[in-house]
């Protein structure tokens, strides 16, 4: 079955730094998205990327984040200078053209601590 | 905006017990509803989805959940669960033409006892 691939699946940070959180969607979708999950909160929406440009966002994804597809596989997401309440479950997911969230597929996350 | 409640945040059960789980959203609109399972250390992984049509749907793994419209819950059930459903459960929203944002409840954490 494919999979949503994500990259590191832990990554600890210092204030103040630079991180890109990568994943690599499976192969045929055109949609992709980022989601969070602060320890203990609700998964909740950052952005979602379609034809090489941001489709919409969420009041959380402010100037702190940057998304791109910078080859035909690779989808990140960049926070330019981490907070500690930055520090979360960071996941990635891809559907079809077509069918939007009917084919929605998660990765297994990257957890972001930020010190 | 929407939102979506899960009013359940843990529940524990002995195995063979019966499942439901609430999930209520806030929105007047059309709507999509799903339900996810995430086992532990594991992605998230959809169970079911409601888009249209017979307001009662069938998952994987014995699960079903029906929309009621009415009511604004899209409860999920299962007559039997065993030891291996042990997970945290999330129902979601996608509300709005276009929109595919999806909008998640808290989640319930389901411990099965053997």
């Known amino acids: 079955e494919p999979e949503v691939t994500q990259t590191p699946s832990h990554q600890v940070t210092q204030m103040g730094q630079e991180v890109i959180l990568r994943c690599v969607p499976i192969?045929?979708?055109?949609?992709f998205y980022w989601y969070r999950q602060i320890l203990g909160q609700k998964v909740e929406f950052l952005v979602s990327f379609y034809n090489n440009e941001i489709s919409e966002k969420s009041e959380i994804f402010d100037d702190q984040f940057s998304v791109e597809r910078p080859d035909g596989s690779n989808f990140t997401l960049k926070i330019r200078s981490t907070k500690l309440e930055d520090s979360a479950m960071y996941f990635c997911a891809s559907s079809e053209r077509d069918r939007g969230p009917y084919g929605y597929t998660f990765g297994s996350g990257t957890r972001l601590t930020v010190v | 905006a929407q939102s979506v409640s899960q009013h359940n945040h843990h529940v524990i059960l002995s195995e063979a017990a019966s499942l439901e789980l609430g999930c209520n959203y806030s929105?007047?609109?059309?709507?999509?509803l799903f339900w996810y399972v995430q086992y532990p250390g594991q992605h998230l992984q959809l169970l079911l989805k409601?888009?249209?049509?017979?307001?009662l749907v069938k998952g994987i793994k014995g699960f079903e959940a029906e929309f009621i419209k009415s009511k604004f819950s899209f409860n999920l059930r299962k007559p039997s669960v065993q030891w291996s459903d042990t997970a945290e459960y999330f129902c979601?929203?996608?509300?709005?033409?276009?929109?595919?944002?999806?909008?998640f409840g808290s989640g319930t954490r389901l411990q099965v006892q053997p």
């Open positions: 929105y007047g609109g059309t709507v999509n």
């Open positions: 192969s045929n979708h055109l949609y």
């Open positions: 409601y888009f249209s049509g017979d307001p």
């Open positions: 979601a929203v996608n509300a709005g033409t276009g929109r595919r944002a999806l909008t």
